[in-house]
């Protein structure tokens, strides 16, 4: 009898891996113990990370984890409420930034090779409820940036979420090769939404066109670039190329520097990611004036020169 159980035991779980086969680029990401680690312990349910899992194979694994989760559960899972549900993640992504890690003494060529999740790390299962909770916290979310101010801030329902310093379009004319036309650098205002989430990035040089895959860092060293990802918004309702993404060179931030995008740090781009869901608002603006936490007027340089201000 138990010679029986134990064949029938066996059945059921090779059914199991036979009906949910989870493959990437032709090597399993994830271990047959993967599917044992789909616990529930004090009600909480979890998934325990099979193996260390690299900046480089970070999104294709955790596309596995939502559709293994989605095909148990009726929750409709996406990315953003998954990680949203473990904040943890965020931070671990956050600290890839070449800068936090060179402030640790640990210089890192190639960002992609960073283990982000380490194996045995528990990541939470949101129910019903606090998936319906974070949806409505998507729907009342904004990213809100002010130009001459160099700052782009998060806001919940008008409360400042999440701060961060910005580069924006220079005060000038230029020849893109990759719009084969003289460009209008300056940062675009108006208001929108995030349309496009570009995960694995590739890097073009908008003056010549040319690829490059290496970068110049602050401190003279060179490194691979780093993968984060890359946001498209679409403003006024066109999409005009203007992105939000990391730079490599967080001297250019609080500055008028870029080709027109909205440039901001590596662990606060990957902070922001998670903040901005595909048809977030964007709020692009120049304002001279802003009033601090304390009650006190800031006044900003006219970096564009208007006389008065678009928005």
Known sequence: MNFLKLIVNHVSILLLFLIVPLSINNQSLISKKYY??????????????????????YF???????????????LNLTEHLLVRYNPWIIDSLSQTDYYKMMA?????????????????????IPDSIAVSNLLTIFDNTYIDINIPEFKL????????????PVRVGRNEKKYLKMGDRITDLKTIQGIGKIVKHVKNP????????????????DDNKITKL?????????????????????????????????????????????????????????????NLKSVDSKGDTLTFKNIYGYKTSPL
């Open 226 to 286: 780093p993968q984060v990802p890359f946001l498209e918004t679409e403003i006024n309702g066109v999409r005009n190329g203007q992105l939000i993404h990391p730079t490599t060179n967080p001297e250019t931030l609080s500055k008028a520097y870029s080709n027109g995008c909205v440039g901001i740090g590596e662990g606060d781009a990957w902070e922001l990611y998670y903040y901005a869901p595909i048809n977030t608002k964007v709020v692009i603006r120049y």
């Open 60 to 74: 294709p694994f955790l596309d596995s984890v939502i559709k293994y989760l989605n095909s148990k559960e009726d």
């Open 104 to 124: 640790k003494d640990s210089f890192v060529y190639d960002q992609k090779e960073l283990i982000v999740l380490k194996k045995g790390s528990k990541i939470l």
């Open 202 to 217: 590739d890097y073009y040089n908008p003056v010549n066109g040319h690829r490059y895959y290496l970068t110049k860092r």
């Open 36 to 57: 044992r680690d789909y616990c529930v312990r004090d009600s909480a349910k979890f998934i325990l990370v099979p193996k260390n899992i690299l900046v480089k194979n």
């Open 153 to 164: 801030r998060v806001l919940e329902d008008s409360r400042e979420i999440l701060k961060f």
